[in-house]
């Protein structure tokens, strides 16, 4: 720190380090005089045996330490004096940075946030998640409380194993009631998570245990300073959960949200009070419906863990034939990685080659200004200025452009990232919405791109202007490899242009794809109406007549075509899946062969949806829940099980029951657009009677009918909150975000890069014409013409837009390899695409190089002969 | 004047300390002293003397003070610190142990 202190008294110092040595010279010089010699040569001889008082303070000056610090000082200050005074170039510098940066940061953030950030416990590195293999497929898994006791108990690898499942809640302390977010836990949650409580103490085993005589909850820090303000006489008090009473038994450490990042739980409760809040999982011990964790011992390797829960799981049940695999836990569950992870890494690809586009174009402008300045450069270098002195002064000039450029970038990520994450939430509700707060890890990002930026836009016309050579060959020569050096830079920006011009095309028709394509049903015009009776403690039957009732009274209502109720709808907001077997059909040992989605549904569901019934009945009256189990089911699981074969009449088998088919309907894409799956339509009256969806088709606009229907709601019972209301094609829609985003986000990137691509090509055709403007002159003197002259420069920009599409071509199919994955109707390698984006991105060229040509024409040969 | 001999690499930090450890001293007094110790022998340039007084001062083996001088005018006094007598001791040490083995290998001949 010493150093630190010297650099803040240069001052006193330097005039210290100045006043010592002029005292060393009198005293020298008046020995001198005493030992007879005349002042004027006594002063000649100091002069000379001293040598230049510069040299001998600059020797001081390093021995203080300080000098390189004082030198990069100076330099900076020489920068923003050089920058002030070009101030167009600063500018273009300056927003083409700040928004590669920009982008680039916000980018990162959700990366971060989605992808890189683990949960905020104690060594999170040592939680680990459970999933399974089979017939080389691997899929997630849930278990239930017996299997996770009996993982616990057998498996000396784990410090602590426990299961969690996450639903909404209505939560009231009192009066009104609220949806939050809730996660059911298991007894060793806490202890295995090693979460503190904040206030009161946290569920363990015995309160999960004996919860079902005594049900106690744990609030997040969150709900409690917003419900609360933080107060602890919290600890103890009543709140109700779905209607039901519970003592609050504690607050969780602020910072803590859950098992299940980036979602944020507000209330947890005991996993055995499930039924409260899912009445279809009431009474059934042996059902699977917990995610599990674990945390490992230290030092237990993970095979060692894997080999041993395999044991304890087929010591338990001989029959399990999958393959179970332990895998990372440090970030929980996540489930928006699965959605937007893959986007995600492809938007950060697309942000990293626009900001190297932008670093192209920038070193473009930095090598055309290097040439203004190669007179100063020449003459410090011939002075003696060592090379690496002027390449460190002009790096610190390009590190205050990229500084300049990163602090504007940090201030617009924000205004992005916020603006993409109200896209991102715009369908979801406020307890599962994501959020990305400040962090360091970002900030540590966007300091590292900017230094990592300057270097690379600096570096290369730094070297290039201090060469040697620079005073020697001052002029030709320089200026010859200046050009080609400048052509090689748009050639870069061209090909990397296509990359992204080409990506975007392919993101933006597999849009238009997902958008256009035929869902199976009519999805405009139905509201979708959440409403759950058993959030107001209302089971079994009492909820089967409250829904019957809201049925009733919306078909009543004026407009409305249809009503009828689901278990799940096509957005995919909750999806059963559950295993057959068809007499006939022997399943392909591969997984999930055997097992389709269910869905349980009233009357009217298919008028509803506009979903046409092929052949057969729909359910009606006499499908109740004590009469013989049917099904309708779709044409896909018809020429999956029955070959295509008419199935009405005949059966399969479900657990117990033999269900007999009654129908076909066409098959329903989800949200997802993905291909209809096989699926299984059953009366709702003999499936669950909670969580249920009231579907209503309109006639007119759906959004008038939306206050009669909540109105039916609330005179029903009025603590019945509804979760949510939405027309099912605005539903449906937001299924689409994470294309959309990188459909329109990709579109808009190649745009930017295009037209920095296109100022490059017109920076360097500029450079070109004033370079050759008196050979034009000559040229024209003996006979060319003009458009001779013009044919010139278009060949040259052709070469180099030729040049950029030939290297550029093969990356951009090399690199739409790893989007695949996220195409839909349209390949990889799709040959128009590629061919349009080669179409537009000469068409930018023609753009760009339209004036320098205008301008090339317009030369007059008799002012050219005579330019310098 | 007898022949003037150049300083050995590396000496001059520790002459400067041996002198300025008799007494403070300002830069022209340090030349002056090493000269008339040395009998005219040893002569440092002021390019030399003053970069290693900074940097003396600035490893902490020196300390210095502005303070009037015989002429009546303000000179910069160097004086040792603690770790710098240290360091003279040390570098003593290895100046011996070295002329010693010098003086061994040239007594060989």
């Given at each position: 720190?010493?150093?630190?202190?010297?650099?803040?008294?240069?001052?006193?110092?330097?005039?210290?380090l100045e006043k010592e040595i002029a005292y060393h010279r009198e005293r020298h010089a008046a020995d001198l005089i005493a030992s007879g010699l005349d002042p004027s040569e006594a002063a000649r001889q100091v002069r000379l045996e001293l040598g230049g008082p510069e040299q001998l303070k600059e020797s001081c000056r390093d021995a203080w330490g300080t000098h390189m610090v004082l030198e990069s000082w100076w330099d900076l200050r020489y920068g923003l004096r050089t920058l002030r005074k070009n101030r167009s170039f600063t500018a273009v510098a300056l927003i083409s940075l700040g928004l590669g940066i920009g982008a680039n940061t916000a980018i990162f953030s959700l990366v971060n946030a989605i992808l890189i950030e683990r949960l905020p416990v104690v060594e999170p590195e040592r939680l680990v998640t459970f999933a399974e293999t089979f017939g080389g497929k691997r899929a997630g898994v849930v278990w239930s409380l017996r299997t996770l006791d009996q993982v616990a108990k057998q498996d000396s690898s784990f410090d602590g194993v426990f299961g969690w499942f996450t639903r909404s809640i209505s939560f009231s302390p009192g009066d009104t009631a609220q949806w939050v977010s809730g996660e059911m836990v298991t007894g060793q949650y806490y202890r295995t998570l090693q979460v503190k409580p904040a206030v009161g103490r946290l569920l363990n085993e015995e309160d999960v245990r004996d919860a079902k005589?005594?049900?106690?909850?744990?609030?997040?820090?969150?709900?409690?300073?917003?419900?609360?303000?933080?107060?602890?006489?919290?600890?103890?008090?009543?709140?109700?959960?779905?209607?039901?009473?519970?003592?609050?038994?504690?607050?969780?450490?602020?910072?803590?949200?859950?098992?299940?990042?980036?979602?944020?739980?507000?209330?947890?409760?005991?996993?055995?009070?499930?039924?409260?809040?899912?009445?279809?999982?009431?009474?059934?011990?042996?059902?699977?419906?917990?995610?599990?964790?674990?945390?490992?011992?230290?030092?237990?390797?993970?095979?060692?863990?894997?080999?041993?829960?395999?044991?304890?799981?087929?010591?338990?049940?001989?029959?399990?034939?999958?393959?179970?695999?332990?895998?990372?836990?440090?970030?929980?569950?996540?489930?928006?990685?699965?959605?937007?992870?893959?986007?995600?890494?492809?938007?950060?690809?697309?942000?990293?080659?626009?900001?190297?586009?932008?670093?192209?174009?920038?070193?473009?402008?930095?090598?055309?200004?290097?040439?203004?300045?190669?007179?100063?450069?020449?003459?410090?270098?011939?002075?003696?200025?060592?090379?690496?002195?002027?390449?460190?002064?002009?790096?610190?000039?390009?590190?205050?452009?990229?500084?300049?450029?990163?602090?504007?970038?940090?201030?617009?990520?924000?205004?992005?990232?916020?603006?993409?994450?109200?896209?991102?939430?715009?369908?979801?509700?406020?307890?599962?919405?994501?959020?990305?707060?400040?962090?360091?890890?970002?900030?540590?990002?966007?300091?590292?791109?900017?230094?990592?930026?300057?270097?690379?836009?600096?570096?290369?016309?730094?070297?290039?202007?201090?060469?040697?050579?620079?005073?020697?060959?001052?002029?030709?020569?320089?200026?010859?490899?200046?050009?080609?050096?400048?052509?090689?830079?748009?050639?870069?920006?061209?090909?990397?242009?296509?990359?992204?011009?080409?990506?975007?095309?392919?993101?933006?028709?597999?849009?238009?794809?997902?958008?256009?394509?035929?869902?199976?049903?009519?999805?405009?015009?139905?509201?979708?109406?959440?409403?759950?009776?058993?959030?107001?403690?209302?089971?079994?039957?009492?909820?089967?007549?409250?829904?019957?009732?809201?049925?009733?009274?919306?078909?009543?209502?004026?407009?409305?075509?249809?009503?009828?109720?689901?278990?799940?709808?096509?957005?995919?907001?909750?999806?059963?899946?559950?295993?057959?077997?068809?007499?006939?059909?022997?399943?392909?040992?591969?997984?999930?062969?055997?097992?389709?989605?269910?869905?349980?549904?009233?009357?009217?569901?298919?008028?509803?949806?506009?979903?046409?019934?092929?052949?057969?009945?729909?359910?009606?009256?006499?499908?109740?829940?004590?009469?013989?189990?049917?099904?309708?089911?779709?044409?896909?699981?018809?020429?999956?099980?029955?070959?295509?074969?008419?199935?009405?009449?005949?059966?399969?088998?479900?657990?117990?029951?033999?269900?007999?088919?009654?129908?076909?309907?066409?098959?329903?894409?989800?949200?997802?657009?993905?291909?209809?799956?096989?699926?299984?339509?059953?009366?709702?009256?003999?499936?669950?009677?909670?969580?249920?969806?009231?579907?209503?088709?309109?006639?007119?606009?759906?959004?008038?009918?939306?206050?009669?229907?909540?109105?039916?709601?609330?005179?029903?019972?009025?603590?019945?909150?509804?979760?949510?209301?939405?027309?099912?094609?605005?539903?449906?829609?937001?299924?689409?975000?994470?294309?959309?985003?990188?459909?329109?986000?990709?579109?808009?990137?190649?745009?930017?890069?295009?037209?920095?691509?296109?100022?490059?090509?017109?920076?360097?055709?500029?450079?070109?014409?004033?370079?050759?403007?008196?050979?034009?002159?000559?040229?024209?003197?003996?006979?060319?013409?003009?458009?001779?002259?013009?044919?010139?420069?278009?060949?040259?920009?052709?070469?180099?837009?030729?040049?950029?599409?030939?290297?550029?071509?093969?990356?951009?199919?090399?690199?739409?390899?790893?989007?695949?994955?996220?195409?839909?109707?349209?390949?990889?390698?799709?040959?128009?695409?590629?061919?349009?984006?080669?179409?537009?991105?000469?068409?930018?060229?023609?753009?760009?190089?339209?004036?320098?040509?205008?301008?090339?024409?317009?030369?007059?040969?008799?002012?050219?002969?005579?330019?310098? | 004047?007898?022949?003037?001999?150049?300083?050995?690499?590396?000496?001059?930090?520790?002459?400067?300390?041996?002198?300025?450890?008799?007494?403070?001293?300002?830069?022209?007094?340090?030349?002056?002293?090493?000269?008339?110790?040395?009998?005219?022998?040893?002569?440092?340039?002021?390019?030399?003397?003053?970069?290693?007084?900074?940097?003396?001062?600035?490893?902490?083996?020196?300390?210095?003070?502005?303070?009037?001088?015989?002429?009546?005018?303000?000179?910069?006094?160097?004086?040792?610190?603690?770790?710098?007598?240290?360091?003279?001791?040390?570098?003593?040490?290895?100046?011996?142990?070295?002329?010693?083995?010098?003086?061994?290998?040239?007594?060989?001949?």
């Open positions: 720190m010493k150093w630190l202190i010297r650099l803040l008294k240069h001052r006193r110092l330097e005039a210290e005589a005594n049900p106690v909850c744990v609030l997040s820090y969150a709900l409690w300073q917003r419900e609360f303000s933080g107060d602890p006489g919290i600890v103890g008090r009543r709140v109700f959960l779905n209607g039901h009473p519970y003592r609050v038994l504690g607050v969780t450490a602020r910072g803590f949200y859950g098992a299940a990042l980036p979602l944020r739980f507000d209330v947890a409760v005991p996993a055995t009070r499930v039924a409260d809040f899912v009445p279809s999982l009431r009474d059934i011990p042996g059902i699977s419906w917990l995610y599990p964790m674990a945390r490992m011992k230290p030092g237990v390797a993970l095979a060692e863990a894997q080999r041993l829960t395999q044991l304890a799981l087929r010591e338990a049940d001989p029959q399990r034939k999958a393959d179970l695999i332990l895998e990372n836990g440090s970030q929980g569950y996540n489930p928006t990685r699965a959605d937007f992870g893959q986007p995600l890494l492809v938007l950060m690809g697309i942000v990293a080659l626009v900001l190297l586009v932008a670093c192209a174009n920038l070193a473009n402008l930095l090598v055309a200004r290097a040439q203004g300045r190669a007179h100063e450069l020449g003459v410090r270098l011939s002075l003696g200025a060592s090379r690496a002195r002027l390449i460190r002064q002009l790096l610190v000039e390009s590190l205050l452009l990229a500084g300049g450029g990163g602090v504007a970038g940090v201030a617009l990520s924000f205004w992005i990232t916020a603006t993409l994450l109200a896209y991102l939430n715009s369908g979801r509700s406020a307890t599962t919405a994501l959020q990305v707060p400040p962090d360091a890890r970002v900030l540590v990002f966007s300091v590292l791109v900017t230094i990592l930026t300057a270097i690379l836009f600096g570096l290369m016309p730094a070297w290039h202007a201090t060469r040697p050579d620079i005073v020697s060959g001052l002029k030709q020569g320089s200026s010859a490899s200046r050009a080609l050096l400048r052509l090689g830079l748009v050639v870069i920006q061209v090909a990397l242009s296509l990359v992204l011009v080409f990506g975007a095309g392919l993101l933006t028709r597999t849009l238009r794809s997902l958008a256009t394509v035929d869902l199976g049903f009519q999805a405009d015009r139905v509201i979708a109406l959440n409403v759950d009776p058993s959030a107001n403690s209302h089971g079994g039957t009492e909820a089967s007549i409250i829904y019957d009732e809201i049925l009733e009274r919306a078909r009543n209502l004026p407009n409305v075509k249809a009503a009828s109720l689901a278990a799940s709808t096509p957005n995919g907001s909750m999806s059963i899946s559950m295993s057959i077997a068809v007499p006939g059909y022997t399943p392909l040992p591969v997984r999930g062969d055997g097992v389709v989605k269910f869905n349980f549904v009233s009357p009217r569901y298919f008028e509803t949806l506009g979903q046409p019934l092929l052949n057969g009945r729909d359910f009606d009256e006499r499908d109740a829940e004590d009469s013989s189990p049917v099904a309708i089911v779709n044409d896909k699981f018809v020429r999956h099980y029955f070959d295509g074969r008419d199935p009405v009449g005949r059966k399969f088998r479900q657990g117990k029951d033999d269900i007999e088919i009654i129908a076909v309907v066409k098959g329903a894409r989800d949200d997802t657009r993905r291909n209809p799956v096989d699926t299984v339509y059953m009366p709702v009256k003999q499936g669950p009677a909670s969580g249920l969806t009231v579907l209503v088709r309109s006639e007119g606009d759906p959004q008038q009918i939306v206050p009669s229907l909540l109105g039916i709601v609330k005179s029903i019972d009025k603590r019945l909150p509804v979760f949510s209301v939405h027309t099912l094609d605005i539903d449906l829609d937001a299924g689409l975000t994470p294309q959309r985003i990188l459909g329109y986000l990709s579109g808009l990137f190649a745009a930017l890069a295009t037209f920095l691509a296109g100022i490059g090509l017109y920076g360097v055709l500029a450079y070109s014409i004033v370079r050759r403007t008196r050979e034009i002159g000559v040229r024209m003197a003996v006979g060319a013409q003009r458009s001779d002259v013009i044919g010139l420069f278009v060949r040259e920009s052709l070469m180099v837009m030729v040049a950029g599409l030939i290297l550029g071509g093969p990356l951009a199919l090399a690199s739409s390899r790893a989007l695949s994955s996220l195409l839909f109707g349209v390949a990889p390698t799709d040959p128009w695409t590629l061919l349009a984006s080669v179409l537009l991105l000469l068409l930018a060229a023609l753009l760009a190089t339209s004036i320098p040509l205008w301008r090339a024409s317009r030369i007059n040969p008799l002012v050219a002969l005579r330019w310098e | 004047m007898p022949p003037k001999a150049d300083l050995p690499q590396g000496t001059l930090d520790m002459l400067i300390l041996k002198i300025v450890a008799l007494e403070p001293l300002h830069g022209y007094g340090i030349a002056r002293r090493l000269q008339q110790v040395s009998n005219d022998v040893l002569q440092v340039q002021q390019g030399s003397l003053y970069p290693a007084l900074h940097r003396l001062e600035t490893k902490g083996w020196l300390k210095a003070e502005w303070k009037a001088s015989e002429t009546g005018r303000e000179a910069k006094y160097y004086a040792v610190t603690k770790s710098g007598s240290k360091q003279l001791v040390a570098e003593g040490e290895n100046w011996k142990r070295l002329t010693a083995a010098i003086q061994s290998v040239m007594r060989l001949v």
